[in-house]
């Protein structure tokens, strides 16, 4: 770097012109300085680890992995470890809704007890439909009731809990690997009025299609009915249409589906591991993924919005990113944070009041954040695997996030 400058400074004096071969290499400046910044934040102590990566249309930009997936194991966290993205997990539905109607076996706007083996019913609007739109776009009415976070996540088998709060921030707790349910259960006892976990605060009183209330279990049963009506279960359904074609092969929502040793251990705070856990409502928040496959996610995003994807058709991707609000749709919108996607919403996909394009995500030692600008076509995103507790951790996190910013459209060009 010093020689560099002095060869610029002898050419600024004697009037010499250097070859493009032989200018300094700014772009290269840059994701060292990038590098650098990040790794400063790292050393701050509030997380354990986190990948990274600028996208654009053409591919990966940058991609790294900082600190540690495991500690214990002294084991670092690259750009292929693993781990949940929580609800950014959410677009992915998006997709299959999309993918499901290009296939002919679902329409947005059918009614969703068309195609459940159990209804579901607004108890205050018995007579208004819920569609799948309604669902995709959190305007079904639905919403998460106490027992989302009291019977929802469940501990994978044989885990230790020495040392680890019973119920965690906001009254979740961990539930028993025997005591786990699947998918349609879960759904069937909170949604039924006959269910063991109904309740009747569990629908607005508000008739489907008017109010935005973000819903965990709204989307997970919209991921249901893909798994209905293409007969296959929903993993099974994303792998052959979405994460197979892009060549995601460190993906998936089961363990299994990935190997053991790229999962990251999950922290909720630097020094109290978590147990490794599942969601019945796996849908809602449990992809698992790296920090280099969701940079092909991410492209897929990018070149679907510029009318290039290869996922979906070009109509199905204007549907996905297609605001479906208005400001009457919203009691308390989001107009402050610029990296909440909860200022509009297109078929699962959220919109931040600048613009941007993306989702984020929250769990039991997750944080993830993934969003594009549709303007410069340049995205990022940020996986970590260690909760934020306080102000300082969460300033760290912006911090990350910010820089990424700050360098995404210098080593774009």
């Not at 492209?299 to 510029?306: A, D, F, H, S, V």
């Not at 993306?358 to 340049?378: I, K, Q, Y």
């Amino acid at each position: 770097m010093r020689q560099n400058l002095a060869v610029l400074l002898l050419c600024l004096v004697f009037g010499i012109v250097l070859p493009a071969s032989a200018q300094p290499n700014r772009r290269q400046a840059a994701l060292d300085s990038l590098t650098a910044e990040l790794q400063a934040v790292l050393g701050q102590g509030h997380t354990n680890g986190f990948g990274v990566a600028i996208v654009n249309a053409r591919g990966v930009l940058y991609q790294r992995g900082f600190g540690f997936a495991d500690v214990q194991a002294r084991r670092p966290y690259d750009s292929h470890t693993v781990q949940p993205i929580a609800s950014v997990s959410k677009t992915l539905i998006g997709f299959a809704l999309l993918k499901a109607q290009e296939l002919g076996l679902l329409r947005l706007d059918d009614p969703i007890n068309q195609y459940l083996p159990f209804p579901v019913v607004n108890p205050h609007f018995p007579d208004a439909p819920i569609t799948l739109r309604h669902l995709a776009t959190h305007t079904s009415g639905i919403r998460d009731n106490d027992f989302y976070l009291s019977k929802n996540y469940y501990l994978r088998p044989n885990q230790d809990l020495t040392g680890l709060p019973l119920a965690l921030e906001g009254e979740q707790t961990f539930v028993p690997a025997d005591s786990a349910v699947s998918l349609p259960v879960f759904l069937q006892r909170v949604l039924t009025p006959g269910g063991k976990w109904y309740q009747p605060k569990g629908y607005l009183a508000r008739r489907p299609g008017e109010l935005y209330e973000y819903s965990n279990v709204g989307a997970s049963l919209a991921a249901y009915v893909v798994e209905l009506v293409s007969k296959q279960p929903f993993p099974d359904f994303t792998a052959r249409y979405l994460t197979r074609p892009l060549r995601m092969r460190d993906s998936g929502w089961r363990f299994a589906d990935v190997a053991a040793s790229r999962h990251a251990r999950l922290y909720l705070l630097p020094a109290v591991p978590l147990p490794y856990y599942e969601c019945a409502t796996y849908p809602d928040g449990g992809f698992r993924a790296s920090v280099a496959d969701l940079g092909k996610y991410l492209r897929e995003l990018i070149r679907g919005y510029q009318g290039q994807g290869s996922i979906l058709g070009p109509a199905s991707y204007r549907e996905l990113f297609r605001p479906q609000l208005a400001a009457g749709n919203f009691e308390d919108r989001n107009e402050r944070n610029p990296y909440s996607e909860s200022y509009n919403v297109g078929i699962t996909m959220g919109f931040g009041y600048t613009g941007y394009i993306g989702h984020t995500g929250g769990d039991p030692g997750v944080v993830a954040l993934m969003f594009f600008d549709p303007e410069s076509g340049v995205g990022r995103l940020l996986l970590l695997n260690t909760s934020y507790s306080d102000r300082a951790g969460e300033v760290a996190m912006y911090s990350i996030w910010r820089t990424l910013e700050k360098y995404q459209n210098r080593i774009a060009r």
